[in-house]
């Protein structure tokens, strides 16, 4: 299995985001993973180097502003904070490191925020969306109600002080605006019709976050040819749960891009 290399900075609106590379023999297309909402680079776990070793496509594991080892967040995020992932700070990293037509492989916000990105007219190769958010469900609010409920009363901010410079700080500024009253119309559907790129979601039946609304929604309104994986006995992480199978289709899924 290829390694992935040592941390390395880039500096994205002024601020450091850390990122990986995985090296393979292919120069083009790259693979970029973006990550969910409490997520960062080590929170992948070897998915992505799994990826990596059965497309011979190289890859950029990231983390965005507030995660991870990359700079730490200054103010609270906004009900737009999506929006300008895609709009501002993907765009700009991408340049950054040279990348110009991507395979996006996002998880959660991190599929949002591919989504928004290819939805905007940016050239995109492909894009595997698991686990996506396009609106806020009652069940997404009760998700993350219960989330914070374990980060007050179980051992969850140690955990996930394993992988933030400042666990609490990420935690927050999620939790926070995804409980706002205002994040409740947060809705980036009418950015699908113009995702003209191949693209797979993949959802599970017992997400916590999300119901088969989400992928359903994208498969109808998506502007392009759409694959649906729809798996039972699965979470809210679909490459964690079901490691092999998602892995499978996204490697085939990426072949035919």
């Known amino acids: 299995m290829p390694a992935s290399s040592p941390s390395e900075f880039v500096s994205v609106h002024g601020r450091s985001l850390e990122y990986r590379r995985i090296a393979a023999a292919a120069d083009s297309p790259t693979l970029v993973f973006l990550h ?26 990231y983390a965005r502003y507030g995660h991870g080892q990359s700079e730490v967040l200054q103010q609270p995020h906004g009900v737009d904070f999506m929006h300008r992932e895609a709009l501002e700070s993907l765009p700009d990293l991408l340049r950054a490191l040279g ?38 469900e009652d069940i997404s609010i009760a998700g993350i109600v219960a989330a914070k409920q374990a980060f007050e009363t179980t051992d969850l ?16 500024a ?8 205002a994040f409740r119309s ?6 699908l ?3 003209h790129c191949p693209l ?10 999300g119901s088969m609304a989400q992928v359903d929604a994208i498969a109808h309104q998506a502007g392009g040819a759409v694959e649906l994986l729809k798996l039972e006995h699965c979470g809210h992480s ?20």
């Open 36 to 61: 969910e909402g409490l997520g960062s680079i080590g929170q992948w776990r070897e998915f992505p180097e799994r990826i990596v070793e059965k497309t011979g496509l190289p890859a950029i594991v």
């Open 99 to 136: 990348i110009a037509r991507p395979i996006l492989i996002g998880h959660s916000d991190g599929a949002s925020i591919a989504l928004i990105y290819a939805g905007s007219g940016h050239p995109v190769q492909g894009l595997v969306a698991m686990s996506p958010h396009v609106f806020v």
């Open 157 to 172: 901010p140690q955990k996930l002080a394993r992988h933030h410079r400042d666990a609490r700080k990420t935690f927050h």
């Open 174 to 181: 999620w939790n926070d605006i995804w409980l706002a009253p």
């Open 186 to 191: 947060w809705n980036i559907e009418r950015f």
């Open 193 to 195: 019709p113009a995702i």
């Open 200 to 209: 797979l979601a993949i959802q599970g039946q017992e997400d916590e976050y």
């Open 238 to 257: 679909p490459h964690k749960d079901q490691t092999q199978r998602v892995a499978e289709a996204i490697v085939e899924f990426v072949g035919r891009c």
